[in-house]
């Protein structure tokens, strides 16, 4: 059907997109159907969700059955659940006594791009950025690279720990007209799957990242640097594309954002849905 589903064969790279919750919070979580659909993207990339179990106890599969585990992280709380997944799966949570044995361990979210050494000596690789620029470089280099993380500090983005300080530079995306198609389409796509209770109005735009105010306390406008905002066209064309396909696509529009009305083409756009 799509990029977002594919079975494995042999010889492909297999990534585990672990969440460290149990299936029906994490199914919510949209980031890690947007990772599964770049990974899915490379033709050699197997990909499939690892979960816990509702009693915290087990997980949905091994992690050690993968070649790459990418941890999605959105709360500090969800911390000591990344170390007992792994623990469950028989990795050592301390990325300095593991092996290439183990998979490798990458990390990235929110709140590791705020402050990433909380979980610094356990991750093999702290991804900092935006998700469209950071996992097609790590499925790029990987063959190359494999478990030598010293490789990946070259990488726009790649934190690896265990070299100590190093300058990393943010990897973000300057044109938001890939990403917002991107989001827009894995939520079609997922309405039209299995998660389509979730996903109940999957006309999701998200006009912009990062936020203008500036607000000192805020640490998703801090990690949403710089300020970008989506072409109002792309915006329009994607609405226009999907107006009148039946199925239900676009029976309202979500604008997603941290502060959607600070959007310079907020007013267009309101004349634009309304008219
Ligand atoms: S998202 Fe809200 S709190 Fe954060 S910087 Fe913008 S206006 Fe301030």
Request: net charge neutral.
């Amino acid at each position: 059907m799509s990029a977002y589903r594919k079975s494995y064969r042999k010889g492909m790279i297999r990534v585990a997109i672990a969440y460290p919750s149990n299936s029906r919070v994490a199914l919510q979580s949209l980031s890690i159907h947007i990772i599964r659909r770049l990974l899915n993207e490379h033709s050699n990339v197997y990909s499939d969700f690892v979960f816990m179990s509702d009693d915290g106890k087990s997980t949905t599969k091994s992690l050690r059955d993968f070649d790459i585990v990418i941890f999605s992280v959105h709360y500090e709380l969800d911390y000591p659940r990344i170390l007992k997944m792994m623990g469950i799966s028989g990795i050592n949570p301390y990325s300095s006594q593991r092996t290439v044995d183990d998979p490798l361990i990458v990390m990235g979210g929110p709140t590791l791009m705020a402050n990433p050494e909380p979980m610094a000596p356990f991750a093999d690789i702290v991804l900092i950025g935006d998700a469209e620029m950071l996992i097609p470089a790590l499925i790029n280099y990987y063959p190359d690279y494999g478990k030598n993380v010293e490789e990946y500090a070259n990488l726009t983005g790649f934190y690896v720990p265990s070299l100590g300080k190093h300058d990393v530079t943010k990897a973000f995306v300057r044109d938001l007209s890939y990403s917002i198609k991107l989001i827009h389409d894995t939520a079609i796509e997922l309405s039209l799957g299995n998660v389509k209770s979730i996903f109940s109005n999957p006309a999701i735009l998200e006009v912009m990242r990062g936020c203008p105010r500036g607000c000192l306390f805020c640490m998703e406008g801090f990690v949403g640097r710089p300020v970008r905002f989506a072409d109002i066209n792309s915006i329009k064309g994607l609405v226009l594309r999907d107006l009148g396909k039946g199925e239900g696509l676009v029976n309202g529009v979500s604008l997603i954002g941290l502060s959607v009305t600070d959007h310079p083409g907020f007013k267009e756009l309101m004349s634009f849905f309304s008219g």
